[in-house]
């Protein structure tokens, strides 16, 4: 999709501000500091739209991103960042919930991983929470640019050991530094949107 127009329209904590025109939805979803929200600008070649930081913890609201009138991205906090305290954790318990099982227009999550590093157990967890509520999962190994090629096959494929990947979903490796995956991750999205 050639992405001419991309805006901020709310940054939500709860069902009643989410957006009511009934654009498809496209969500993300993974760790803090994970590259959720620099998934996002390199999709929609803007360097800093969603805000990102080396620190983990940045985006702390549902960010509802409309792209071209067509579609939203849904920018979401990260979970597994230790220095949040339990108020905080169950605050952003809520706040998910509400939206992944309420959500009508929701069509697909992005369940964004580290290629580095096998997924967590928080990542093992987020994938079951989204399947039991029978929604689309795409999961999207980031950080590729940080694997040297003749190591990522096996990257991939201990992503898809541990989170026992149905064989329907689909992992995407993808890099926000590089732009690779950037075309096949429209590619993916175009079915939804
Ligand atoms: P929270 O909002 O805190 O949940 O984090 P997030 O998942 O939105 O992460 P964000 O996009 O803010 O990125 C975190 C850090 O990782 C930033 O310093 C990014 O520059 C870096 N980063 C993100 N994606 C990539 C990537 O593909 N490659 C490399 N090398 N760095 C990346
Ligand atoms: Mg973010």
Redesign the pocket.
């Known amino acids: 999709m050639k992405v001419n127009n991309a805006e901020i329209v709310i940054s939500a904590v709860s069902q009643k501000q989410y957006p009511g025109d009934r654009l498809p939805e496209i969500a993300l979803a993974?760790r803090?500091?994970?590259?959720?929200?620099?998934f996002i600008n390199k999709l929609i070649n803007r360097k800093n739209l969603a805000r990102?930081?080396?620190k983990?913890?940045?985006?702390q609201t549902l960010n509802f991103y409309k792209i071209n009138d067509v579609f939203y991205f849904v920018d979401v906090?990260?979970y597994g960042y230790a220095k949040v305290s339990k108020k905080e954790r169950e605050k952003w318990g809520v706040m998910m919930e509400e939206y992944f099982e309420t959500r009508e227009t929701l069509k697909a999550v992005l369940l964004?991983t580290d290629i580095r590093h096998e997924p967590t157990n928080d990542d093992i967890q987020m994938y079951h929470f989204l399947k039991h509520y029978d929604l689309r999962v795409i999961i999207v190994a980031?950080?590729?640019?940080?694997v040297p090629k003749n190591k990522r096959a096996s990257h991939v494929k201990r992503t898809k050991k541990a989170l026992e990947m149905d064989e329907e979903d689909h992992l995407l490796p993808f890099?926000?530094?590089t732009g690779e995956g950037k075309e096949e991750a429209w590619r993916l999205l175009s079915q939804y949107i």
Request: proline share 8%.
């Open positions: 993974g803090s500091n994970v590259g959720k929200s620099s990102t930081s080396s983990p913890g940045k985006t906090p990260g964004i980031t950080k590729l640019d940080k890099s926000s530094e």
